[in-house]
């Protein structure tokens, strides 16, 4: 059992070694390379016209955002008339809880941020719509059927994050 282990952390430390020198080397060709150019949209670094090198911003905490949309956002609560015979759980098998949306438009696990009715608040596509409700249209989850009816329906603009 040592053994594998001892053989899997050499191996580890030439891969971390090899990943290490390969970053060095392309620190070295974009210092020698005045040449590069880099693509705002798809955040690629152009090396001679054709090495692509990724750059996005592996480590920022903030998503960015891909795209924006007019959507028309109403509100649901957990009640058989407006969901099915499982209401507390969401189409895509999580429960229900704050921050949760209904969509058909977007993804499961979708990040939206809609800043004119909730400014940085962050919601998650977990659940969906009937085809009735029409495209372009968000339902947000809340816990009772009064504050959903008191929400009523909005237009407003939906900001679509990077995941």
């Known amino acids: 059992m040592s053994k594998k282990i001892l053989i899997f952390l050499i191996f580890a430390l030439i891969l971390v070694g090899l990943g290490l020198t390969f970053e060095f080397k392309i620190q070295k060709a974009k210092a020698k390379l005045p040449d590069f150019s880099l693509e705002e949209e798809g955040k690629l670094i152009v090396l001679q016209g054709n090495s692509l ?15 924006k949309m007019k ?15 499982s209401p507390f759980l969401t189409a895509n098998g999580t429960a229900v809880q704050e921050g949760v949306v209904a969509t058909n438009i977007l993804p499961f696990g979708t990040k939206i941020k809609l800043p004119e009715l909730y400014g940085d608040k962050i919601f998650v596509v977990e659940d969906r719509m009937s085809w009735k409700k029409g495209k372009y249209q968000i339902d947000i989850w809340f816990p009772s059927r009064e504050m959903a009816l008191e929400f009523g329906a909005k237009l407003t603009e939906a900001l679509i994050l990077s995941i």
């Open 71 to 85: 959507v028309v956002v109403t509100g649901y609560s957990s009640t058989e008339d407006q969901t099915d015979s």
């Open 53 to 67: 090198l990724a750059s996005g911003d592996h480590f920022s905490s903030e998503p960015k955002v891909v795209k």
